[in-house]
Structure formats: structure tokens, C-alpha cells
Nanobody, 125 residues
Framework: QVQLVESGGGLVQAGGSLRLSCAAS????????TGWFRQAPGKEREFVAA????????VYADSVKGRFTISRDNAKNTVYLQMNSLKPEDTAIYYC??????????????????WGQGTQVTVSS
């Protein structure tokens, strides 16, 4: 089992940047594909980005492509989400999830086994 803790959220103006962190404890984090998802008020949780076990492959939702970058440091058991050029529509609670079962990246919530508690990101216009 792995425990995930997100941090780095906050309030930022449109056009600004934030870097989220997802720190893992427990089993070796490099054994897990990790994804970032977000949930805005009144909406379903949606896929944002994911990274494979080695960090060599990344996948992004079209809405964040070119603005967000996911990376990982397995030595620190941490996955990051660098968010640039933020827009008000990026406002949401951001969650990281860990997938223990698959080698290739998945975009569906159901494929992720462990979740953090979330961190709030608010972008003002």
C-alpha cells in the first residue's frame, strides 16, 4: 500500500503559475504509474496528466497541454505538476492517484488504486 499527500495549491491570478507535489510513503513509488486529476464544483473528477513508472512517458488532457508539465523524482518518492499560464477554468481540487496494476498510462479514475486528499487550486480572473 502507498499513502499520497498533495501540496502546493493556493490562490493565484490568471496567467500565474503553481507547482503541485504528490509525496508518497509506503511501498516503492517507482512501481506506480501516477496521475493528476481535478474536480471543479458541480463537475465530475477529470483526468489532467499522468506519468509512467520511469518518468519517460507522459500524457496530458487537451485542456492543459502546453501549459502543464508532469514530472517525477523517484529518489524523493514525489511527482510534480508544474502549472503555467493558469486560467480561471483551472480552478478545482487537484488529486494525485497511483496505479499499481498497469504499466501503460491510463486516463480513467477506476484504474487508480490509491488517492491523496487533494489540494485546492483557485485561479482568479
Amino acid at each position: 500500500q502507498v499513502q499520497l499527500v498533495e501540496s502546493g495549491g493556493g490562490l493565484v491570478q490568471a496567467g500565474g503559475s503553481l507547482r503541485l507535489s504528490c509525496a508518497a510513503s509506503g511501498r516503492t513509488y517507482s512501481n506506480y504509474v501516477t496521475g493528476w486529476f481535478r474536480q471543479a464544483p458541480g463537475k465530475e473528477r477529470e483526468f489532467v496528466a499522468a506519468i509512467n513508472r520511469s518518468g519517460g512517458t507522459t500524457v496530458y488532457a487537451d485542456s492543459v497541454k502546453g501549459r502543464f508539465t508532469i514530472s517525477r523524482d523517484n529518489a524523493k518518492n514525489t511527482v510534480y505538476l508544474q502549472m503555467n499560464s493558469l486560467k480561471p477554468e483551472d480552478t478545482a481540487i487537484y488529486y494525485c492517484g497511483a496505479d499499481r496494476s498497469h504499466v501503460q498510462i491510463r486516463r480513467q479514475m477506476a484504474d487508480y488504486d490509491y488517492w491523496g486528499q487533494g489540494t485546492q487550486v483557485t485561479v482568479s480572473s
